[in-house]
């Protein structure tokens, strides 16, 4: 008994004993770890790299269930997102359908009264996709050329469009090339209408960015935003060709700005309209 109780004092006393120098033993410890790691850098990096390495396995294991959840929240948000847009398209689906049964409608109106009215469509229009090859475009011109003349079709007062856009008219022709009169030039004078209005007027560039309506009368709503397109007077254009909107209207002076400006052509559309045109052509008579 007494040999048991003793055994036990002992005990204490060591757990005692280390107690109170375990924090100096831990003390002594990072210290001798910080000259180690100053002594011999290579080892301790070593080191490092070992422990990476076998926790690395620990921590891929215990970011599959964060990734799995992420992956379950990121799915469920593209759900609701395909849902909305399923919605969106649904909605928009209808709406196209009803304006189909519209165009439906109107085009067969449009069928009936033109037989009742005996009509004779124009000529369809002949086209000639060109690119631009230069832009001659300064203070006192505003032309560019393209990659295609007279041997291709093209010839004087031929529109040259851009997409539906009206953006000037072929002024001179080659065998190879053509220079396009832009909307802008000082040259361009544009029989032009007003759309909501009615209001005629004459569309003249003087080399700036946008051109600005003449001869038009007094009392005409010019207001910013309305549409201005060609009218089909003069026998250079036919009417409804998109020109521009008018960006302002004070002092009596309404402005125009082109829906393509000439940094935005790249390829243009030239087409014939079987309409006789403004300018003279320099094609022999036949």
Excluded: C
Excluded at 32 to 52: I, Q, S, Y
Excluded at 184 to 191: A, E, Q, V
Excluded at 246 to 268: C, K, M, N, T, W
Aim: net charge neutral; aromatic share 6%.
């Amino acid at each position: 008994m007494k040999q048991h109780t003793g055994m036990v004092g002992r005990l204490a006393t060591l757990r005692l004993l280390a107690q109170r120098f375990a924090f100096l033993t831990l003390v002594m410890a990072s210290f001798a770890l910080m000259l180690l790691g100053k002594a011999d850098t290579v080892l301790v990096e070593r080191f490092r790299v070992f422990v990476d390495d076998a926790v690395t396995p620990v921590l891929q294991v215990m970011s599959r269930p964060a990734a799995a959840v992420s992956s379950v929240f990121n799915a469920i948000h593209d759900l609701a997102a395909l849902r909305a847009e399923n919605v969106r398209l649904t909605e928009e689906n209808v709406r196209l359908m009803h304006w189909q049964t519209v165009a439906r409608e109107l085009d067969n109106e449009n069928r009936a009264l033109r037989a009742q009215l005996n009509f004779l469509p124009g000529p369809e229009a002949a086209f000639i996709t060109a690119r631009v090859i230069g832009d001659t475009g300064g203070a006192f011109v505003h032309s560019m050329l393209l990659n295609a003349g007279t041997r291709d079709g093209i010839r004087k007062g031929q529109a040259v469009i851009a997409g539906e856009n009206l953006v000037g008219r072929i002024a001179e022709v080659g065998d190879r090339s053509a220079r396009i009169l832009l909307l802008t030039d000082i040259n361009s004078h544009i029989p032009v209408v007003i759309e909501g209005s009615h209001a005629k007027a004459i569309l003249t560039g003087d080399n700036s960015d946008r051109a600005r309506l003449n001869y038009l009368a007094p009392n005409s709503a010019a207001v910013p935003g309305n549409r201005v397109v060609t009218s089909g007077h003069g026998g250079a254009f036919p009417p409804g060709l998109p020109v521009g909107v008018i960006a302002s209207a004070q002092d009596g002076i309404v402005r125009v700005e082109p829906f393509v400006h000439r940094y935005q052509l790249d390829y243009v559309t030239v087409v014939d309209y079987g309409l006789p045109g403004v300018l003279p052509s320099d094609l022999p008579d036949k």
